[in-house]
C-alpha cells in the first residue's frame, strides 16, 4: 500500500487554473452550465410582463425571509418601478448570454479574487472582463453556494456584459433613482435578485436538481474496486489457462491526464492429468498513467458525465504455482516486471459513485519450474471485469 499513499503526497500539493467553455470537465463547469440555463428560463418566464409591472422587483413568499430579497425589499416605489424597467430593457441583451453556454466563457481560479474600486482593493466572489466576455470564478466557492445564491451571482455578472443607456453597465455610480457611489451595484444586485425570483416561479431549481446531484467526472480522486476473468491458451499442459481476480486502484488526477497505482490479485487452477491440481496465484502491483475521454458533448444528460479511462503501467509481478497430487505437494514462485493496458468505461450512478466495464492487458507471471517440469505461461492477457468507484 505504500505506493498508494507515495502516488497520494506526490499530488496532493498540485494545483490547477484553467480557462474553458465549461463543457463538464472541470470544477464547477456543471453548476455553471445550470446556472446559464436557470436564467435563461427566468429570462423567458420575463418575457410576458410588462415593464411596468411592479411584481417584476418584488420578492415572493418563497424568498420572504431570504437573504436574497434584501436587494427588493430596501427598494421605495419609484425604485421599484425603474427596476423592473430596466430589467425588461436588458432581456434582450441578457438573452443571447445565457441562451448558449460558448457565448460567455468561464474562468476558474483556486485563488481569492480582489478588484481595484475607487482606489481600493476589495474582495469578491467573482469579477467579469466586459473586452474578453469572461466571467473569472473560485470553482471551491461556487460550487459551495447554493443554486439561487449561484443564479444571484452570475446574474449580477451578466449585467456587467450589457449596455445602459448607451454606457457599460458597472457597479459604480449613480443610475436613476439610484444615487450615491454605490447606487448602480444597488440597481443591479435588484435585477439579479429578480431573476433569481424568476427562476423558482419558473420551476428551473427543481428542474435541474437531480442534475447538480448527479457524480461528476472532473473529480481528481478515484478509489475503484473491480473483479473479472481472463484465459490464456498456453501450449504446456500443466498451465493453468483461467483465471479469476480482483483489484484495487487509486487514481489522482490532475486534468484529464492522471496518474495511478493498483494492486491486483489473480488465481486458477487446472487438473492437467487425473489426481493432479496445478494452482496459481498471481499478485501485481501497477503503476501508470491514466487519461479520461468525455465522448459526449451535453454534460447534463444522464450519460453526459460517463468517460472512458485509458491506462499505461507498468507491472511488478509475483507468481506463486502449486503442483499437487496425492503423493507430492511442491511450490514454486516467479518475479517479472511486464506491462499493461487497460480501457474503462465509467458511468455515474449516485453520491460520487460509478459503476465501470473494462477490458484489460495484463502481466502473467512464469516460468515455474516444478518437480523438474518447466511451465511456460503466455506473458500477457486480456481479461474483463466488472467494478464500482468513488471519486471525491
Not at 481569492?112 to 474600486?117: A, G, S, T
Not at 429578480?194 to 416561479?201: D, F, G, T
Not at 489457462?241 to 494492486?263: K, M, V, W
Not at 487425473?274 to 475521454?293: F, P
Request: charged share 20%; with cysteine; proline share 3%.
Amino acid at each position: 500500500m505504500n505506493l498508494f499513499i507515495a502516488l497520494m503526497m506526490v499530488t496532493s500539493s498540485w494545483s490547477w487554473a484553467s480557462t474553458f467553455v465549461g463543457n463538464g470537465g472541470n470544477a464547477g463547469d456543471i453548476e455553471w452550465q445550470v446556472t446559464l440555463k436557470q436564467i435563461n428560463m427566468a429570462v423567458a418566464g420575463l418575457q410576458d410582463y410588462a415593464p411596468s409591472d411592479a411584481r417584476l422587483c418584488t420578492c415572493n413568499q418563497t424568498y420572504s425571509n431570504s437573504s436574497t430579497c434584501d436587494a427588493l425589499n430596501s427598494l421605495n416605489a419609484e425604485q421599484r418601478l425603474y427596476c423592473g424597467a430596466t430589467l425588461k430593457a436588458q432581456l434582450p441583451q441578457l438573452a443571447p448570454l445565457v441562451r448558449d453556454n460558448r457565448t460567455v466563457r468561464v474562468s476558474w481560479t483556486q485563488d481569492q479574487i480582489d478588484v481595484l474600486e475607487n482606489g481600493q482593493r476589495r474582495a469578491v466572489d467573482a469579477v467579469t472582463d466586459r473586452t474578453q466576455g469572461t466571467v473569472t470564478l473560485n470553482a471551491d466557492h461556487f460550487r459551495s453556494l447554493n443554486p439561487s445564491e449561484r443564479v444571484f451571482l452570475i446574474s449580477h455578472e451578466l449585467m456587467h456584459l450589457t449596455s445602459l443607456d448607451g454606457k457599460p453597465l458597472t457597479d459604480e455610480g449613480p443610475q436613476g433613482p439610484f444615487t450615491g457611489a454605490g447606487g448602480s451595484r444597488a440597481l443591479v444586485n435588484a435585477m439579479a435578485a429578480a431573476l433569481v425570483i424568476q427562476s423558482e416561479e419558473s420551476g428551473a431549481f427543481d428542474r435541474y436538481r437531480r442534475t447538480l446531484n448527479r457524480p461528476q467526472g472532473w473529480k481528481q480522486n478515484w478509489i475503484s474496486i473491480s473483479a473479472g476473468s481472463g484465459s490464456q491458451s498456453s501450449h504446456s499442459v500443466f498451465s493453468v489457462t483461467d483465471y479469476r481476480g480482483f483489484s484495487l486502484r487509486y487514481t489522482r488526477f490532475l486534468t484529464n491526464l492522471g496518474l495511478q497505482a493498483e494492486y491486483a490479485e489473480r488465481e486458477g487452477d487446472r487438473t492437467p492429468i487425473s489426481q493432479v491440481n496445478a494452482h496459481e496465484k498471481v499478485t501485481t502491483m501497477r503503476a501508470g498513467l491514466s487519461y479520461r475521454l468525455f465522448p459526449f458533448k451535453d454534460p447534463l444528460k444522464v450519460y453526459g458525465q460517463s468517460h472512458l479511462v485509458f491506462s499505461a503501467n507498468v507491472d511488478f509481478v509475483r507468481g506463486t504455482y502449486n503442483l499437487k497430487d496425492a503423493m507430492n505437494d511442491e511450490t514454486a514462485t516467479s518475479d517479472r516486471v511486464g506491462a499493461s493496458g487497460a480501457i474503462r468505461y465509467e458511468f455515474p450512478v449516485v453520491w460520487g459513485f460509478w459503476v465501470s466495464v473494462a477490458e484489460t492487458y495484463e502481466s502473467l507471471a512464469g516460468p515455474y519450474t516444478v518437480a523438474g517440469v518447466n511451465i511456460e505461461n503466455e506473458k500477457n492477457i486480456f481479461a474483463t471485469s466488472i467494478g464500482a468507484s468513488y471519486a471525491f
